[in-house]
């Protein structure tokens, strides 16, 4: 993808434009660049793996695009609209109901209940309680772990945490789910479970996936890759 | 991947025809390279001259008579010492894609996108694996992650030939 020449204004509303799209982004922490003109497009309901060494800045995009980091220099683009321009408010909107996220170590709140965990972003977002629960049951189910509704996160094997974060991500019925390095934190049986679980419920749910992995076996669950290096993307 | 040890295999279960000795391999082990109908015969007439299989009945049919083949004694230790031997492992010393890579460099071309397109191919593939995995049965899934963690060690490999690109250009042209 090249743009480097696109105007920051105006964005037109095409007709089969990718949902997401981050333009030459530039991102530095200090002296060290992460992000050296990195892009990335992303189609509705497409699963694009985002590939590379460690440190290669894959991380960095991913947070980037989904609008926990702002970038230094470049824009990003969801449904037509600059993240970077938008209120606070309607960035911690989109990042509540219309983006869910599942990290390497699941991240679930220690204290609630896996059920609690997935209800939520639901509760969050103005959900009922009791819908709100039901809701997390089902999604609990599709991902096989039911069982687990009343148990703590601590309770639970590494494996069945990531599929209760996994439940908890497409729960809000997102339309993008970012997920960064899913089975870093499991063994190649678990891992490929929870690729299995993740891609089948978002092709289900139509949701399209940012899937950040520096394994090559994880990556081929998604229907194309972006290679990082060095801050750049390659895509093929 | 010996077709008659994989017969003897399958006429441990029972006797069995030629025809589904063939289609039980097909199923089982041939994926995309199903065995001919001429190996088939070859290879049963191969293992009755070895004394591992009889000719245990024949049957007319239709067309040419059937033979039932069961598997012998002899046939049964022949199993068993081909399943105690460890297979050699495979060897990737003289790949073409080692020699591609070091011909590049020695010739200053830019090895960088050769490493690129394998990768692309080979992730291609391993996409394909994995939806056929998807799709598939725990046998199929078996099969498959043989491959996938083939074709994900030589990524490994394209991969770090890929970090090394310029100190191994100064090595291949000294």
């Known amino acids: 993808m090249s743009s480097a020449t696109v105007a920051s204004e105006a964005i037109p509303a095409e007709v089969g434009r990718p949902l997401l799209e981050c333009r030459v982004l530039v991102k530095r922490f200090g002296q060290t660049p992460a992000l050296d003109g990195a892009s990335l497009s992303l189609g509705a309901a497409e699963i694009v793996a985002v590939m590379g060494p460690s440190g290669s800045g894959k991380s960095t995009l991913l947070h980037c695009a989904a609008g926990i980091l702002a970038p230094d220099a470049g824009e990003v683009i969801y449904d037509g609209r600059e993240v970077g321009r938008l209120p606070d408010s309607e960035r911690s909107r989109l990042r509540r109901s219309e983006f869910g996220f599942v990290f390497q170590f699941g991240r679930l709140v220690p204290e609630l209940s896996c059920a ?36 703590l996160p601590g309770d639970v094997s590494g494996g069945q945490g990531q599929r209760v974060a996994v439940a908890r991500a497409l729960v809000t019925g997102p339309r993008v789910v970012f997920a960064d390095e899913p089975t870093g934190a499991l063994d190649s049986l678990n891992g490929e479970r929870v690729m299995q679980l993740l891609t089948s419920a978002a092709r289900q749910s139509g949701a399209a996936v940012v899937l950040v992995t520096h394994e090559a076996r994880v990556a081929a669950y998604a229907d194309r890759e972006v290679i990082v290096r060095d801050g750049r993307t390659h895509a093929r | 991947m010996s077709i008659s040890k994989a017969f003897l295999g399958l006429l441990e279960d029972g006797p069995s025809y030629g025809y589904d000795l063939k289609r039980e391999y097909d199923a089982r082990f041939g994926l995309d390279r199903p065995v001919a109908y001429g190996q088939v015969y070859a290879t049963l ?44 492992p495979d060897l990737y010393l003289q790949s073409t894609l080692y020699a591609k890579v070091v011909i590049a460099l020695r010739s200053g071309r830019e090895a960088i996108e050769i490493l690129d397109t394998q990768r692309a191919e080979h992730l291609r593939l391993m996409r394909e694996l994995t939806r056929r995995k998807m799709d598939g049965t725990l046998v199929d899934q078996l099969v498959c992650d043989h491959a996938l963690f083939h074709l994900e060690a030589d990524l490994r490999w394209l991969e770090l030939t890929a970090a090394r690109l310029d100190e191994l250009a100064g090595a291949v042209t000294a």
């Open chain 1, 116 to 151: 609690e965990n997935v209800a939520l972003p639901l509760r969050l977002a103005g959900v009922p309680r009791r819908r709100a629960r039901d809701q997390a049951g089902e999604w609990l189910g599709r991902l096989e772990v039911a069982d687990l509704a009343g148990r």
């Open chain 2, 45 to 88: 007439s191969r293992l009755l001259k070895h004394g591992f299989v009889t000719v245990e009945a024949i049957e007319p049919g239709d067309g040419p008579e059937r033979k039932r083949y069961a598997i012998t004694p002899e046939g049964v230790a022949d199993v068993e010492q081909w399943l105690g031997e460890p297979e050699r």
